[in-house]
């Protein structure tokens, strides 16, 4: 299933819309702007005067009018499934990579010692090495980080939500992502 890529009028990226979602803006006129190949096309009903058959269509990068988003610098939402996309599904400790299931997330400064749960102090870690690590900082356990942690951009962000992104669409999130990124490794 392809997914439309909604900006605000600036065009900064905010979200994945469904086709019906797009096609409802496009219809509503709310498109400010479009980008992209076009993705779909629905077809209505005929016009009584012409004959001609009503058609509308999205492209895969569509702008919504009115819509500006000010979390623009906000951090993006910390996931599991985005935690671990981030970090390739490789094990911050042992190095080795795992299927998303035998991963799981791990406080660099542990919760009951005052660490939280941001961007900047988690990491993706496998079961032993987790249970390994237990409720102490990688120095108190002798396992230091092969890799640091950082906040993904919200293209980035946007980029690790989506498993089927569109050529367009990833060259557009690509342009702004930073070099930092694990997603250029």
């Given amino acids: 299933m392809a997914f439309v890529l ?11 819309l469904v086709v019906e979602d797009a096609i409802t803006y496009q219809a509503r006129h709310m498109v400010a702007w479009s980008l992209g190949d076009e993705i779909a096309k629905f077809r209505g009903g005929y016009s009584r005067k012409t004959g001609e058959r009503s058609e509308i269509s999205t492209q895969s990068i569509i702008a919504i009018k009115g819509a500006i988003d000010k979390s623009q610098n ?3 939402c910390l996931t599991n499934s ?6 390739r599904r490789v094990c911050a400790y042992c190095g080795d990579r795992y299927r998303e299931r035998e991963l799981s997330r791990d ?9 939280v749960d941001r961007w900047m ?3 993706t870690a496998c079961r032993p090495c987790n249970i390994r690590k237990g409720g102490r ?9 092969i890799y640091t942690p950082y906040v993904p951009n919200r293209y980035e962000h946007l980029i690790l939500q989506n498993r089927r992104i569109l050529q367009d669409q990833m060259e557009y999130l690509m342009a702004k992502v930073p070099q930092h990124s694990r997603l250029l490794a």
């Fill in 137 to 145: 900082t990688p120095e108190q356990a002798n396992m230091p980080l």
């Fill in 74 to 76: 906000e951090h993006p």
């Fill in 107 to 115: 406080h660099i400064k542990p919760v009951h010692a005052g660490g």
């Fill in 6 to 16: 909604a900006v605000d009028m600036a065009g900064v990226p905010s979200r994945w």
């Fill in 121 to 123: 102090n988690v990491v």
């Fill in 82 to 87: 985005a935690l671990f996309s981030r970090d």
